[in-house]
Nanobody
């Protein structure tokens, strides 16, 4: 079993930066691919970024490509999402997820474990 806890959300002005962290429990986490998703009010949860178990493979949603960077530190059982040049449309609850496979995935149905989410609000 894996438990995920996100942190690092908050209120930031447009153009600013935030770094989200996802701390995982469970000794098998470092063999799992991970991802970040987000859900804005009234919208469906959407894919943001994903990283393979060893960090060799990454994928991003077009809307965040070039602004967001996903990374992981398996020694710390933590996945990060560095967000730069934030826009008001990035406002959402951000969720960390993990799947019991090493390869990346871009749909929420492919993930087995989820965190509780952290709010990111970008003001204009």
């Amino acid at each position: 079993q894996v438990q995920l806890v996100e942190s690092g959300g908050g209120l930031v002005q447009a153009g600013g930066s935030l770094r989200l962290s996802c701390a995982a429990s469970g000794h098998t986490f470092n063999r799992y691919a991970s991802g970040w998703f987000r859900q804005a009010p009234g919208k469906e949860r959407e894919f943001v970024a994903t990283i393979s178990w060893n960090g060799d493979y990454l994928a991003y949603a077009d809307s965040v490509k070039g602004r967001f960077t996903i990374s992981r530190d398996n020694a710390k059982n933590t996945v990060y999402l560095q967000m730069k040049s934030l826009k008001p449309e990035d406002t959402a609850v951000y969720y960390c997820a993990a799947r019991r496979f090493t390869r990346v995935a871009t749909t929420s149905a492919e993930y087995d474990y989820w965190g509780q989410g952290t709010q990111v609000t970008v003001s204009s």
